[in-house]
């Protein structure tokens, strides 16, 4: 353990940094750009933690996950038992450990973040959870006997997985209902695999599938399937659709040829392999081409970096306010930047232009920062008179997603917030229908997968009381 190293010498250790492959060498390929932790590189990292009496990492995890405990276990070799660790609080290390924002959850709550040296936490939790992967590591030994109850599940993103993982370990029968062919949610269609492989997020699937959940695909509740049929058949729903509903620009030109959403961009290139020679549902041919991306956030980094890699000449990330308020994490900035993407702030569109339908360029609105909004960062505003254009041959607009309205139009009755996601309680996820429960994107608007994850977690317990004493308090 940490014996090799004093607490004063530990401070001065230098944190390990994660291997990556060579940017220009990644830009070409859809292979994951993060290498992994060596066994030895994991040990030394794990031992400049400084094992405090009171981790302040623990309280920066959403999910409460015991890091102190195992980090320590790393720094000792025990992987294993690290691993058991992590899995108590959280289903899906090896998708967090790869797409959490560690930098304002642990690691930013971490002692050493101070010294700008915090532990790699999520490096670590990525270690551990490949090696007991590869190792073919059991977590979960036996199932109870089988309750005889049953739930239904809508939607397989990271909400909808950690809610069936729950249940069918206390016994309940689990069925999960998804609109799309493949399971994952945006952990399939959104993030590029160079960022997740799908194998990681398909071998997590498969572990449910071990256990007995029940997958039922291309099942859209709300039309192919209805609420209230669920409700029939099963004793519990519990809804974790996302917010998928991709939110517009609203400026003149946006239905030119050459304009995606980046949900569509992404899905056909993730899910629907748009990058392969006779795809059915290809994207334009964007090799050779100057792209724009609208946005600031990590969908808007892997937008960017997608069409990067299937070989546009010049990216241009569009962003109304400066780098310091961009929601991407760190990690994703940088990759971004070292892959030749461009940055231009403080730019708005104010309008799309092309001819024969076909989009040609984009014309921009300077702006500068004011006072902050409601969001606590600073509203961008014009500067008048200070306007620009630049060629586009094809643009993505990543600005946000909303509820997706699809489902909830059938269920008048259930209750939603101005936002158009669904009003639940905070602590059970009880919606205003008896038996019917809602955590992950379709509540808190885009999030991430962690608070997603958690909230599909405490739905499960909140539908075990239900289905224990049946009483609906919500
Ligand atoms: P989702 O993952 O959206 O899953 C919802 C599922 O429900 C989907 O599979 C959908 O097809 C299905 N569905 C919808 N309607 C129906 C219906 N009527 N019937 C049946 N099924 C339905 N977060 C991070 O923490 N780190 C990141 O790096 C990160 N990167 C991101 C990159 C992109 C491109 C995007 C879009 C998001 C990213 N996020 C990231 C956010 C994160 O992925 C989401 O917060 C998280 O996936 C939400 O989980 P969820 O289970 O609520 O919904
Ligand atoms: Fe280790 Fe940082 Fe947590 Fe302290 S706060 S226990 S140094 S990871």
Redesign the pocket.
């Known amino acids: 353990m940490s014996e090799p190293f004093t607490k004063k010498e530990r401070m001065k250790l230098d944190r390990i940094e994660m291997p990556e492959r060579d940017a220009a060498e990644r830009a070409q390929s859809f292979d994951e750009v993060n290498l992994g932790l060596t066994a030895k590189m994991a040990q030394l990292e794990a031992m400049r933690c400084l094992e405090c009496k009171r981790p302040k990492c623990v309280d920066g995890c959403p999910v409460g996950i015991q890091i102190d405990e195992f980090v320590k276990l790393v720094a000792e070799g025990s992987i294993g038992a690290a691993a058991e660790i992590i899995q108590r609080d959280n289903l899906l290390p090896a998708i967090c450990g790869r797409?959490?924002?560690q930098e304002n959850q642990c690691e930013g709550a971490c002692v050493l973040a101070k010294r700008e040296r915090p532990i790699a936490i999520g490096h670590l939790e990525r270690y551990v959870a490949d090696y007991v992967r590869a190792e073919g590591f059991e977590y979960i030994k036996e199932l109870p006997v089988p309750t005889g109850k049953s739930v239904a599940v809508?939607?397989?993103?990271?909400?909808?997985l950690a809610c069936a993982g729950d249940l069918i370990q206390s016994g309940h029968a689990v069925t999960v209902?998804?609109?799309?062919h493949e399971p994952?949610?945006?952990?399939v269609?959104?993030?590029p695999e160079f960022?997740l492989p799908k194998e990681i997020v398909a071998t997590e699937i498969r572990g449910l599938e071990d256990l007995g959940v029940v997958f039922e695909m291309n099942?859209?509740?709300?039309r192919t399937h209805t609420l209230e049929e669920l409700l029939a058949v099963h004793d519990a729903v519990f809804i974790?659709?996302?917010?998928?509903l991709p939110r517009f620009l609203g400026v003149p030109g946006e239905n030119l040829i050459g304009v995606y959403s980046?949900?569509e961009f992404?899905t056909r290139v993730n899910l629907m392999k748009a990058y392969l020679a006779g795809a059915e549902t290809p994207v334009l041919d964007v090799a050779g081409k100057q792209i724009v991306v609208f946005g600031g956030g990590?969908?808007a980094m892997?937008a960017a970096r997608t069409a990067r890699r299937m070989g546009a000449s010049i990216v241009r990330i569009l962003y109304r306010r400066t780098e310091e308020e961009m929601p991407a994490?760190r990690e994703?900035v940088r990759h971004a930047r070292e892959e030749g993407i461009i940055f231009d702030f403080l730019v708005g569109p104010t309008g799309l232009t092309g001819e024969d339908g076909v989009l040609e360029a984009v014309e921009l609105q300077q702006m500068e920062l004011g006072e902050p909004d409601e969001s606590g960062r600073r509203r961008p505003q014009p500067v008048e008179g200070a306007t620009s254009s630049v060629t586009a041959d094809l643009a993505v607009v990543a600005i946000g997603?909303g509820a997706?309205p699809?489902?909830l139009a059938t269920v008048p009755e259930m209750e939603t917030t101005r936002w158009g996601t669904i009003a639940v309680d905070e602590v059970t996820g009880r919606t205003s229908m008896p038996g019917v429960f809602a955590g992950?994107?379709?509540v808190t608007g885009?999030?991430?997968?962690?608070?997603?994850m958690g909230a599909g977690r405490r739905a499960a317990a909140s539908i075990e009381t239900w289905l224990d004493d049946g009483v609906w308090a919500p």
Do not use: K, M, Q, W
């Open positions: 797409v959490c924002p809508v939607g397989s993103g990271p909400a909808g209902f998804e609109a799309l994952g949610g945006v952990l269609y959104g993030i960022r099942a859209i509740v709300g974790g659709v996302g917010a998928g980046a949900n992404l990590n969908t892997d994490r994703e997603n997706n699809l489902l992950g994107d379709i885009g999030a991430t997968v962690i608070l997603a």
